[in-house]
């Protein structure tokens, strides 16, 4: 009788702080930026709808992004890692009907219509892989030579994992690969894994990657390119004299080539350069403390103001020091997750917690790093800013798993009841302690 009532309290005994305010203040601030920049880099869009319509349009994924958050944070974490299979596999699925079904976005098959709603699947995917890595790592994680580790078995399934979405992303640009690389390889180190098994890693992601680009280039086919093509070429920075305009293999091939041209902000803008030359002189003309809320010139020529280059209209509407404020929002969201990382119990909330927020903040260092030159041109929203409503969708689920975590993950100073009572909640196959604490 004594024993079954010890149990039922312990049962009954949970954790809960309160939600992280650092993360909700860097949402606030972010969300702020978003409404008042994206206006600002909307004026192609108003040409030919109504003024507000793009603004509108932007709040609206802003509140149900709220709402999920909302959501997401009010229930625990444990509740949540028994949803994650189900939602990893669905973003599969999505990404394979956008290939068997979906329509095109620029030039490749992006998307799929929903009832009438146009998805894109692959902000979601992203999300997907990072939490399925969360839990492949807790679930193999071992001990090898009297250290913590990550069994092969982990590894594999993590690389396949991060290799099939890959090869599904391929099509729609080289900078979503390499983005879920770089999460993975985060997360690994984060993870416990060895630097042997990493440096294996690494080799396969790289073998992987040259030949997955030597196929496109290989198997890439001229045809007449079409006046629709040629435009779309020409605003995608594609030779169109010697390719199919639909093969992306020539696009990035074009790209690295103009890239790595060191003067290349001192060519004369044409077709083959706009996105980047506009870009460029946005950003030269904000200077440091820019030109002010409203004021921008090039958000009327700019290509995909509202979204792949949002950041190039901040630094000219607020300057290069309001612009380092917005990247360092980012990183503060990083640096967060990684103290609640060090601080929480279980392996699954490190995790989690960590992976999410390498989604967001590499998603939008990527961004940045194309925008001001230092990557090839390619396409990669700023996450809450940029126009986009999946995107918005999938950064507020990040935010919200990761409120969740420091809401409801036991800390260190918590007592043992409570530690025990989390583990009993999660399945038994994640049930492990954290690995940057041992």
């Known amino acids: 009788m004594s024993e079954k009532a010890d149990t039922s309290t312990a049962t009954a005994q949970t954790t809960e702080h309160g939600a992280d305010k650092f993360i909700w203040g860097s949402y606030i601030c972010l969300v702020i ?141 080289l900078t979503n690969t390499l983005l879920l690389m770089s999460i993975s390889i985060g997360m690994m180190i984060i993870g416990g894994i060895s630097w042997r098994k990493l440096g294996v890693v690494l080799m396969v992601y790289m073998a992987f990657g040259g030949i997955a680009l030597a196929y496109k280039v290989i198997s890439a086919s001229s045809h007449e390119a079409t006046e629709e093509e040629i435009e779309l070429a020409r605003i995608n920075q594609e030779d169109v004299k010697s390719h199919d305009a639909d093969n992306r293999a020539f696009t990035w091939k074009g790209r690295f080539a103009r890239h790595l041209v060191w003067d290349k902000w001192k060519e004369p803008v044409d077709d083959s350069n706009k996105q980047a030359q506009l870009s460029f002189m946005a950003q030269a003309r904000g200077g440091l403390v820019g030109q002010g809320i409203g004021k921008s010139r090039e958000n009327a020529r700019l290509p995909l103001a509202f979204s792949d280059y949002i950041f190039a209209i901040i630094v000219e509407e607020l300057g290069a020091v309001v612009a380092c404020i917005v990247i360092l929002l980012y990183l503060f969201l990083l640096g967060r997750a990684g103290r609640l990382a060090m601080t929480v119990k279980s392996s699954p909330a490190c995790l989690l917690v960590i992976g999410c927020a390498l989604v967001i903040c590499l998603q939008a260092l990527f961004h940045v790093a194309i925008v001001v030159g230092v990557f090839p041109v390619s396409g990669q929203p700023l996450p809450l800013i940029s126009k986009g409503g999946i995107s918005i969708l999938a950064t507020s689920m990040a935010l919200g798993i990761m409120l969740s975590v420091s809401k409801w993950a036991a800390r260190n100073n918590d007592d043992e009841d409570a530690f025990r009572h989390e583990l009993s909640s999660l399945p038994e196959h994640l049930a492990t302690d954290n690995p940057s604490q041992i």
């Open 33 to 173: 930026f978003s409404i008042i920049e994206l206006f600002s880099a909307s004026s192609q869009q108003v040409r030919v709808n109504d003024i507000f319509k793009p603004l509108i349009s932007h709040v609206v994924y802003l509140v149900f992004g709220f709402l999920l958050m909302l959501g997401l944070q009010r229930t625990h974490y444990t509740r949540i890692i028994r949803v994650i299979p189900f939602y990893v596999v669905g973003s599969i699925v999505l990404m394979i009907l956008v290939l068997i079904c979906g329509t095109k976005i620029n030039g490749e098959l992006r998307a799929i219509q929903i009832f009438g709603q146009t998805i894109v699947p692959a902000e979601f995917l992203k999300l997907a892989v990072a939490l399925g890595i969360a839990l492949l790592l807790s679930r193999y994680r071992t001990r090898e030579n009297g250290r913590n580790d990550v069994a092969s078995a982990g590894v594999v399934l993590s690389a396949i994992l991060v290799g099939g979405s890959s090869a599904l992303l391929f099509n729609q640009g």
